[in-house]
């Protein structure tokens, strides 16, 4: 069976108190691990939670065997689900992404468990249909999204790019 390798991911900073972690917060990253089977780097799974640490998860050695790199993803709420953005648990998995095709991987697929399926299907709606940033109509324009336009405030947005989307 291959070796189990860690992975160390560089990620975006996100706002203050999204993690517990002051170290966290000065140079934020991600952790996996991965099973990476010799021969050709055809196709590569990940398989993640938005706070469950799935470093161990029971199917990385299983994909490994039948020559699937599998990959246990941690987000940055590892443990922490009082303060998760589920916005940014994407971000996290889209470095995941990033960083087994930077590996060379022509595949990646996404794998569904537990609370990872919302977060898989979320990540792809996103990655085939990206929800456009609304602008706020405010005395101060700003760049508002979901989470920091309150539904009192939200009459104030108007998406910046769309008029009438279906």
């Given at each position: ?14 706002a203050a ?22 021969g050709?780097k ?18 990385v ?41 930077a590996?060379g ?10 609370g ?14 990206l ?36």
């Open positions: 069976m291959a070796e189990l390798q860690l992975a160390v991911i560089d990620v975006k900073p996100g108190m999204e993690s517990q972690s002051g170290l966290q917060l000065l140079r934020p990253r991600i952790y996996g691990a991965f099973r990476a089977p010799p050709p055809k196709i590569a799974a990940i398989v993640m939670h938005p706070t469950s640490n799935f470093m161990g998860h029971y199917l050695g299983p994909l490994a065997e039948r020559g699937i790199c599998c990959m246990g993803l941690n987000s940055r709420y590892v443990g922490n689900d009082t303060v998760l953005l589920m916005e940014r648990a994407i971000q996290d998995l889209g470095a995941g992404v990033q960083y087994l095709r590996a991987y022509e595949k990646v697929f996404l794998v569904g468990n537990s990872g399926a919302a977060l898989a299907s979320f990540y792809q709606a996103q990655a085939e249909n929800t456009p940033p609304l602008t706020c109509r405010t005395a101060t324009p700003r760049t508002c999204t979901p989470t920091t336009c309150r539904p009192w405030t939200a009459s104030r947005c108007a998406p910046r790019t769309w008029a009438a989307r279906g």
